[in-house]
């Protein structure tokens, strides 16, 4: 794939209601889940097998950061950098509906479940998402958040460039 | 630091009204936004000096996702490594208040904003904190989310062991 996709992006009015996206990512090894922990969540449960086997989780569990992490990362890579997203204000929910276990792949659900114009500029709307991740049918993870993407105005060169 | 910290661990009835912590996080690198976001979030304003400088954002910024993870480590360490927390349901909101450039130093505060037992288990309770992030005194992010954490009750080894 590109670094910066060179297709024509997509703009605010591209994306109409119905919009969703699905992606499958492979489980993790303990090793990647103890190398994420180590660096960004040293909790006992996510960093060594045998003191998780002490706690209510049983064995080894991924960082929840770490699931947000790549649950979001093929969506950007597939809808963002094809897109004139600009950025996002923060996140309304993330909900880690269970554990994620080694090895375990996710399913992964995108959609769009809301879209607006900016009340104040034209050159931008707000399009927001829900994301679901499942371990066969268990729901695992799920994340809710805005995107600011730029609008067919947004995108025209200023006047003085024509 | 010690990896897994073996004084007395406090449980849901050590975190009283008014508990709070501050930290100090040195600023980022380019290189250091760079490597995050091509990981974890691989958009153009995220991994390239020169497609950064064409956005709104003027420059290479830090990913939201990196900020977020940064400002989380040193209260795991201090205070959840610390503690008989065993995880957290999700996070009920994250504010990216303005753009994390690099070489800029975070100034961080959290503190407890809510606390209740379990209404159905008396071995656990929830703790609410807010995480707030700013650069000299501007307001850059923020986080809120309930930790669950083991009661006195919830500690107790059980009577078979006794």
Chains 1, 2 share one sequence.
């Not at 449960?45 to 080894?60: M, V, Y």
Request: charge should be neutral; include cysteine.
């Amino acid at each position: 794939m590109e670094k910066f996709p060179t297709e024509e992006k997509k703009c605010f009015e591209d994306f109409t209601e119905g919009f969703n996206r699905g992606y499958e990512i492979p489980g993790l090894s303990t090793t990647e889940i103890i190398e994420f922990a180590t660096l960004y969540d040293p909790q006992r449960f996510h960093l060594d097998a045998q003191e998780a086997a002490g706690t209510h989780f049983g064995s080894l569990v991924a960082s929840g950061f770490q699931t947000q992490l790549l649950c979001f990362k093929p969506f950007c890579l597939d809808v963002l950098n094809r897109s004139w997203a600009i950025g996002a204000p923060g996140i309304d929910s993330i909900k880690w509906l269970r554990p994620w276990y080694p090895g375990e792949a996710l399913s992964i659900k995108v959609t769009l479940i809301d879209r607006r114009p900016s009340a104040k500029r034209h050159d931008r709307g707000y399009l927001r998402f829900k994301l679901g991740a499942a371990v066969d049918s268990l729901p695992t993870f799920s994340m809710e958040w805005v995107v600011i993407i730029l609008t067919r105005e947004g995108i025209k060169p200023p006047a003085s460039q024509l």
